[in-house]
């Protein structure tokens, strides 16, 4: 399988946002549709899972940004002007279940963003190759699994460019 990149957007006020970092995380047991990720997923494979240590947001991206196995570094970054938290790494993984713990640990923050606002998880083979893996929109009643459009949504996959342009000029000239 291919390498994967992953851009998250969360539109959430500054006090919603500390609480997120401090909320527990999800994990994939918690969650029921990944055949919409998968259609070769039933709901007996999530049983296979061993139970992950528990753990805050923060201590989630914190131990995400210093893990060994990165291929690239993981950019993060919340705008209290704008109110958003921006997630990028353009070397994410290449294989599909761990893209799905991810995602699922990522998901609670349908609890904290603003409502009706756009927040999503955009998971895509490296430079946005035009199958989608996964585009998760969060709303504030919970989190869905949208339809895999040929390229995703125009302003979502531009939002993504820049960052995965921004990541490509600062790599060195070999």
């Known amino acids: 399988m291919e390498a994967h990149s992953i851009y998250a957007k969360f539109s959430m006020d500054q006090q919603d946002f500390n609480r997120w970092l401090e909320s527990a995380t999800p994990v994939i047991t918690d969650f029921d549709d990944w055949s919409e990720m998968n259609p070769d997923w039933s709901d007996s494979w999530k049983g296979e899972f061993p139970q992950l ?3 805050t947001v923060a201590e989630l991206l914190e131990g995400w940004k210093e893990d060994e196995f990165n291929q690239s570094p993981l ?3 919340y705008d209290p002007s704008r109110g958003e938290f921006v997630l990028f790494q353009a070397l994410y993984d290449d294989n599909l279940i761990n893209i799905a713990v991810g995602i699922a640990r990522l998901r609670g923050v349908q609890q904290f963003v603003k409502p ?3 927040s999503y998880i955009l998971v895509a083979p490296l430079f946005w190759d035009p199958k989608i893996t996964a585009l998760l929109e969060i709303l504030d009643s919970g ?5 895999k459009e040929e ?3 125009p ?7 820049v960052l995965l342009n921004d990541y490509l000029q600062a790599l060195p000239d070999d």
Do not use: I, N, R, Y
């Not at 989190?143 to 339809?147: C, D, G, M, P, R």
């Open 151 to 153: 390229d995703g949504p």
């Open 155 to 161: 302003e979502v996959m531009e939002e993504a460019d």
């Open 53 to 55: 240590a528990a753990m």
């Open 143 to 147: 989190s869905q699994f949208l339809e």
């Open 116 to 118: 009706g606002s756009e």
């Open 75 to 77: 950019v993060t970054k």
